[in-house]
């Protein structure tokens, strides 16, 4: 089987998560035991992506005080964790511009830590991506210092059902300002926008040169359906499953049931491993 990248993946530091966050992650996961040794022991998770067949996976870490918990510190952890197999752990982290003074000099610092991929989730952070055009300054200042330093920016669209996250933030049309003022910036919408905003992660897509999206956190069986045009933009589609999010039963069924779509080999290659080795090359 070919090589798969699975860009989103939530290995964390549980222990500073919110207890009504943690609720909603452990409810109904009969693997959670599993979930927390991974999130202790890269070589325990190592091996989960060998048996799952992952070459390697993006690690999504971001700083949200108010829904989830996370501070700055944690992209200190997430940069430590995967420092244990750089070639194979890709580090996102997060510049949250309202918790830290100098929200560019925050982009250095993590960039330099081992950062990777700068996650903005604005359902958990509680701002607009593109609040920078009413005023949030320091937003602008980090996709700035981002598309400087060549860093990827995920944008987290679509429905979130964590307690407290305002999904008015979530819509990924949200994202089009930055499309046009950062075009440099290479940007990841997460999620496509399921389940409501499709249509507007797809055009998205295709309107600025440099905007992808992932499917992680779509059903795999829901995939066509939500995406019928997906070879359309093959070239800027990425393999996620989100897992271990609510409602992400496990990864290698997930991986399977999107090997069997109608989809050609040649499109399945490059989302499931090609667009992402190019956007996180093993030593940039
Ligand atoms: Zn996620």
Redesign the pocket.
């Known amino acids: 089987m070919p090589p798969i990248i699975d860009i989103?993946i939530?290995i964390q530091p549980l222990d500073m998560i919110k207890p009504e966050a943690l609720k909603m992650i452990q409810h109904g996961r009969k693997d959670y035991v599993e979930v927390e040794k991974y999130s202790e022991s890269p070589a325990a998770f190592l091996k989960f992506m060998d048996e799952a067949e992952i070459e390697r996976a993006g690690l999504?870490n971001y700083v949200s005080p108010d829904v989830i918990g996370f501070g700055p510190e944690v992209n200190d952890w997430c940069a430590q964790y995967c420092s244990a197999a750089p070639d194979r752990l890709i580090a996102f982290g997060s510049v949250h511009p309202k918790y830290v003074p100098d929200a560019a000099a925050e982009v250095e610092r993590i960039h330099k830590l081992g950062i990777r991929g700068l996650k903005v989730h604005p359902s958990h952070q509680l701002f607009a991506p593109n609040a920078y055009r009413d005023g949030f300054g320091p937003l602008g200042a980090m996709y700035e210092k981002a598309q400087e330093l060549a860093i990827p920016i995920m944008i987290?669209t679509g429905t979130s059902i964590f307690p407290g996250a305002r999904n008015l933030y979530a819509q990924p049309l949200l994202a089009d300002d930055i499309g046009i003022d950062y075009p440099n910036l290479v940007v990841i919408l997460?999620h496509g926008g399921r389940p409501l905003w499709m249509e507007e992660a797809f055009f998205l897509v295709r309107r600025h040169k440099n905007m992808h999206m992932d499917i992680?956190?779509i059903p795999p069986q829901k995939l066509m359906e939500y995406f019928p045009r997906i070879e359309e933009i093959a070239d800027k589609v990425l393999f996620g499953t989100?897992w271990p999010?609510p409602g992400v039963p496990g990864v290698r069924g997930n991986i399977a049931k999107f090997r069997a779509l109608p989809i050609s080999p040649a499109a399945q290659q490059k989302i499931l491993y090609d667009n992402a080795a190019r956007m996180f090359p093993v030593r940039p």
């Open positions: 989103h939530h999504i987290h997460a992680s956190g989100d999010g």
